[in-house]
Every structure is written in C-alpha cells, then in structure tokens.
C-alpha cells in the first residue's frame, strides 16, 4: 500500500461504495501508513468502554471507524460535486490541489 493519499484533514468527502454509501461528511483524521480515513458521522461503529478510574462512567459509546481512503472522493467547495484531485505546479514552485471539473483550488 501506497504511502500517498489524495485526502487532507479538513476535506468533505462522498462515500463511493459499501454501506455508508453516498454518505458526506468531514474528514477528522488522515492516516497515509494504512491507507485509511476516519470521516465525520461516517461509518459509527459501538466500543464497548470499560471505567477507568472510581467514578468513570463506563459503557457502549458510538464512535467513527477506520475506512479506507479508496472508497471515498473529495467534494469541491466551489462546485459542490465529487471530484479527482489534480496537481499544478505554480510558478514559484509550490504545488496545489486542483478540481478536474471546475478547475478551483482545492
């Protein structure tokens, strides 16, 4: 697996397969290492959390699970559709993400 992921933290992205489906939400955390990317209200798995210290509240908490970063495309603010992320090099050097459709910076 690729080290290399065409998400950012802070990206709206679209769920393209599986059961979350269409699904939209915010990007919260990236990780290149597995390929994968937790997603705002996306993909709720329950975790079953033991108290910890006296006077913990224990419990089933719902919390956002891992999914890999294949199955999701990045939504471009300006024309608000699902997009492939495109590179261009500026001219003093910097690199910028751009949407294949309307051509805006990401």
Not at 32 to 45: A, D, H, M, Q, S
Request: hydrophobic share 35%.
């Amino acid at each position: 697996m690729s080290n290399k992921l065409h998400i950012k933290t802070g990206d709206k992205v679209v769920v393209l397969s599986g059961t979350e489906k269409g699904k939209k939400g915010k990007v919260l955390a990236v990780s290149p290492k597995e390929g994968k990317v937790i997603i705002e209200k996306v993909n709720l798995v329950s975790k079953h959390v033991k108290p910890r210290r006296m006077g913990d509240q224990g419990g089933i908490v719902e919390a956002e699970g891992a999914m890999y970063a294949c199955k999701v495309q990045v939504v471009c603010p300006h024309c608000n559709k699902p997009t492939r992320v495109a590179h261009k090099i500026l001219e003093d050097g910097t690199k910028e993400r751009i949407c294949k459709k309307c051509g805006e910076a990401l």
